[in-house]
């Protein structure tokens, strides 16, 4: 089979440079917080997960398998959450008091360890 001069040329690539002649920033993924319903960046945010097996935890890595739902590492916001209900409505889950004493505790270890990653 005979190549034509056109196929047997390397693709061209159409490079993506801006005007400063860097490469355009990845826009940041956003979530919302399901206590106070603020938009911030997703590492900002704490995520808490109820695994298949009905187990709730904090993720802080935003990879464990399960339903999510994001909240400020904020002891306010959980509270305000849990209160509501937000939480339990977003998890699909009945959130019993000592599930919600370790989650408090799991979030405010989460805040502190994140506000030593910002230092």
Excluded: F, H, W
């Amino acid at each position: 089979m005979r190549r034509t001069a056109r196929s047997s040329e390397p693709r061209r690539r159409r490079s993506v440079v801006s005007a400063t002649g860097a490469a355009p920033a990845r826009p940041l993924p956003q979530r919302t917080c399901v206590a106070c319903r603020s938009v911030r960046a997703k590492r900002d945010l704490v995520r808490v997960v109820r695994a298949p097996s009905g187990e709730l935890s904090v993720d802080l890595r935003g990879k464990v398998a399960g339903r999510g739902a994001y909240l400020d590492p904020d002891a306010a916001c959980l509270e305000r959450g849990l209160r509501e209900g937000a939480i339990a409505r977003a998890l699909e889950v009945v959130i019993e008091p000592a599930t919600a004493a370790r989650l408090k505790t799991e979030i405010e270890d989460a805040a502190n360890m994140r506000n030593k990653e910002k230092r």
